[in-house]
């Protein structure tokens, strides 16, 4: 048996002491320390281990495994149809909805964050459902011309009359059909690059800002960096709606700081320009609200280098 320790405490009217001494050992006083009360339950479970065996009755019948294993196990095993897909960003799932599609991934060559436009001669809007099948409900209509943004990975319908044809998840949600060819229908997207966007607004007083990033979608949100009319941004992703209908757009933009430097005649007013990129939000729109329209959509670089090919 331990020896007996005074655990240096006050003690109450009963004898009890007020402070917590892991290593007291007070019989007298029923002060029992952590330390000395383990150390004789060690001692038990040696000698007498009979008495501390699990009761088989209880635990026969369960089974244990390994996390690592359940892990292993779960990452390697096919996803059931109506399953989340994996997207690029391993952190993100994109879901499929319902009714359940039979698919496999598609021969698609955009990826998570591709940009894509609605082939103008089609002449016809571009339907975003809400699931990968055809027969999911309709969220919204996209015209020809207009860009939308690939959210995760392609997918390959491959039963029924619509046999082949490629599903692409879009941001901020739904699902559009890219092409149709080996279905018998057309091709509905084209690659693009990232939609660009002019800077239209001119501030009537030249000391000022004629367009903000800030660094969020709220209005009030810090500022980033500001912009003059003429520049030109890119668009990082799809946009939100804020209160009165103001429109607020992710961008990727050069950044324009103004300085000492000669006239750039480019955006009619004082900036020295550095290579370096931002990403914030923009008010595209603030018409709704009283206000003014301070972006324009910009001619496409990347159009101009793509040719149609002779039929």
Known sequence: M????????????????????????????????????????????????????KPAEEVGTLKFMENRAINSFASSKPRKEGAPLPSDDESECVSEGEPCEESEVAPWTGKRGSWFRVHSSLGEELVVRSGLSLASAELRRVAPGEAVQQAGIAKMLIKGRCRGCIRVPVKPRGWVTADATRAGGPRYLLSSGSPRWRVVYSSPNSSEADAIIRSAPALDSDEVQVLYCGDIVEQAGPCEMRGQGIVRMPVTALILKRGDGEMDTTHGKYADVSSAKTLGWVTLD???????????PAPDVDSKRRRRRPV
């Open 2 to 53: 331990p020896a007996a320790m005074d655990d240096g405490g006050d003690d109450d009217a009963n004898g009890d002491s007020l402070d917590f001494n892991a290593a007291a050992w007070a019989p007298d006083n029923r002060s029992y320390g952590l330390f000395y009360l383990m150390v004789i339950r060690q001692g038990y479970m040696q000698n007498e281990p009979e008495k501390f065996a």
């Open 286 to 296: 603030a018409s709704p609200a009283g206000g003014p329209v301070f972006f324009k």
